[in-house]
């Protein structure tokens, strides 16, 4: 059974301070995307890596895709109040399999 | 575009009742994902519908659990009877195969006392 690991699970920092969340897995994946939940709101796309060792930038966030394609880290430099919210990653192969989340506070 | 569309936003349903849950997707997408959101087991896709053929129904946890796709545009999830431990958010999402990517609607609220 192909399992995504989310660590931590819950985060809480000041606004302007750096963090990373991690996602890893046993298994090799096609595709992995992050995705980012409000409350009462489904999951939203921030962005899909397809290479391992790729790394995507979107605004303060910076994503990598590990070399072997099997975990993938999520940097947020200098975080923001609106950053708060359940980040979620899910690789793809023949099936789509999503990670349980960080849950991700940012305090003003 | 509005989006997916989901409906009832919440329920709040007795054990042993039938609860019916609504879907909308996106015009023109042709997949449509069913899921659904726990703290304990996080998100897990139920079933997988692509040009309205169910592809994938692994997820499905039991006979008491069914979905459709009548149309191109509209699926139903339909748990018969419901149990207290079917309590959680139901999500579609919809997506067009080309782009990859799933565009997820608001979510059900399902409580079954």
């Known amino acids: 059974t192909q399992l995504l690991e989310q660590s931590p699970q819950f985060l809480s920092i000041q606004e302007g301070e750096n963090l990373t969340v991690y996602c890893n897995s046993s298994s090799v994946f096609s595709s992995l995307q992050w995705y980012r939940q409000e409350p009462g709101e489904g999951p939203v796309l921030l962005v899909t890596v397809v290479t391992g060792g790729e790394v995507k930038k979107l605004k303060r966030l910076t994503f990598q895709f590990g070399d072997a394609r099997k975990d993938s880290s999520l940097h947020i430099t200098a975080a923001q109040p609106g950053d708060t919210g359940l980040y979620l990653c899910a690789g793809r192969d023949d099936k789509i399999i999503f990670g349980k989340g960080t849950r991700l506070h940012i305090l003003p | 575009d509005a989006g997916v569309i989901q409906s009832p936003r919440h329920e709040v349903t007795e054990m042993g009742q039938e609860v019916t849950l609504r879907c909308k997707l996106i015009?023109?997408?042709?997949?449509l994902f069913w899921y659904r959101q726990t703290m304990m087991r996080g998100l897990e896709l139920l079933i997988y519908?692509?040009?309205?053929?169910?592809?994938?129904d692994s997820g499905m946890p039991e006979d008491r659990f069914s979905a459709k796709m009548p149309n191109a545009s509209f699926s139903t999830l339909k748990i018969q009877p419901s149990e207290p431990r079917d309590s959680a958010v139901y999500f579609c999402?919809?997506?067009?195969?080309?782009?990859?990517?799933?565009?997820f609607g608001p979510g059900t609220r399902l409580t079954v006392l």
């Open positions: 999402a919809s997506r067009l195969d080309s782009l990859n990517e799933q565009f």
């Open positions: 519908f692509n040009n309205n053929v169910p592809i994938d």
């Open positions: 015009s023109g997408h042709n997949s």
